[in-house]
């Protein structure tokens, strides 16, 4: 809804300050998405927000079903004074705590009467036993005679809050436990729902500061040393418009990709490391908000703002960025081109020195010995193969054919099909001993032999055999679930492109470059074992090296929009959960 998550890896708050929204029972997608009510089906991944709707605006209306959803809820039952989870706990939170987090959880805060009310002599009708989580509202009704009677309405609810509970309180039983969810790419959301006056600016005003200090906390604490950044920024929809409060009410427009993803262009976003300038930075939107007066609020909020604390993984997407671009110069140096592309990222243009001129390189790949470490070792290796084989010497064109072969080995082929006949292994000059082709892959191919089989060009036979077995274990692995698919490598952010397709679980999975890649959009396995030679060797041309390099770019980005995908499958439900709400 507010935001294109086209960062992928990131995760996000949005804090949203409560407003005077429309009529929530009156919303449509369509409405929603131009703008001015929102609802966390909208959300991009990772992400709070802390809305508010007044219900003076809606008619009496039950939720069939809703309520059934919740008792299922882990926090059902749980009192306000004993909350589940702390921060404490959120430290050592894996993705499994994250998503034992119930997924819509309703926590009703009871404010204590105003001055106006008691001066009213207004009765306080709202009764909350301690340490329940229910409460019951006393209703004055009149008989036909006229008299009164007292007709009692009592709810259950996820948490219910009374009126001496603290911000403080208020903060442990609602955010405090999805905190830790946006470091696992997930979204949050918050939001305050209530008459104008009930208590949301009350309620929600302290979240966005409270957040920040967990969030900054988990950064540098459980999460440190990988690569996360907060972001904060923060705008207002007023009047069906949105506005930048960080940049001088500066008009926004709300745009939709292709992808339903919600874009605001232009909307500011400041990195921010403590909360000292976090507090500035709400000071400073909150003093450009709108306000109005109801006449049960005199410092009613007329618009709704949204805090958005966004945490993204700078690092390694700055890495991924960087080897790619040094892949290229590499490329470009080996090939004499006139322009080297140093301004690719910030490595190559430090780099750019010990590049140009007479000057030699040398890079060193570093691996692991362990089983433990098969993947990052394997994709260590498939970088410096690359990286090697755009570096040709003074002989570009000779060893081409090997390194173009060289990215198709390591193919897409089912694990059936692909699985290399004792001929084929003998067939296949392993052992590179007539030097025809480095790895052998060349003659392999020429004779038609039915596969590339998962080996990913190690020059040794008997490596080979053993990579390649490898590999089979590593599918199996994955067909299993068993894989460990995280990234915390920056050698695993480069070839994300390679992990992304292994996902979907088929033989595919090995692919491993754009070229291949390609071939599996086309789709089919069976397109892609007939794969020509020729589209093999017509890869000699470096325009055909550039736009491989292309594609693989590409693939990074493809990657994460995947990513973005099934968590917004994920949002998706949740979103009709609250449809189904409203
Ligand atoms: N739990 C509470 N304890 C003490 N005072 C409260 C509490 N909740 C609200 N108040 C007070 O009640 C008044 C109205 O609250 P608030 O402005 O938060 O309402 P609101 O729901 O945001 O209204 P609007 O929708 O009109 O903006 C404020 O003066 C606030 O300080």
Redesign the pocket.
Known sequence: MLRSMQRGMSGEFLMSE???PPAVNSRSSSQRRNGDDLSPSEFSPGLLDLH?F?TELLPEMSVPGLYESFNGSKQMGKTRLAPETSLSKSFSVDKEKSSSVAKIKVVV????L?KKEISKKEEDIITIESHSNSLTVHETKLKVDLTEYLEKHEFVFDAV?D?D?S?DE?YHETVEPIVPAIFQRMKATCF?Y????????????PLPLKASQDILRLMHHAYRNQGFQLFVSFFEIYGGKLFDLLNERRKLCMREDGKQQVCIVGLQEFRVSDVDTIRELIVRGNATRS??T?G???????SHAILQLAIKRIEGAEINKSLLALKECIRALDNDQVHIPFRGSKLTEVLRDSFIGNSRTVMISCISPNSGSCEHTLNTLRYADRVKSLSKGNNPKKDLSSSTLNLRDSTAVPLSSALPTASSFESSNFGNANGTSRFGWSKQIEKGTSSPFHVDHVPSGREEMHVSSSYSNYYREQSRGLANTDDDDFSDNDYEQEKWPRRKGKAETFSTSGFEEKARRVDAQTKWKHVPETDANSLHSDDDLNALLKEEEELVIAHRKQVEDTINIVRELTSDLWEAAV
């Open positions: 409560p407003s005077t508010s007044d805060r009871k404010r204590p105003n809050l009126e509970v911000n208020v305050a209530g008459q104008t006056g009930s208590g949301k600016t009350y309620t929600m005003q306000t109005g109801t049960a609020n005199e410092e009613s909020s007329r």
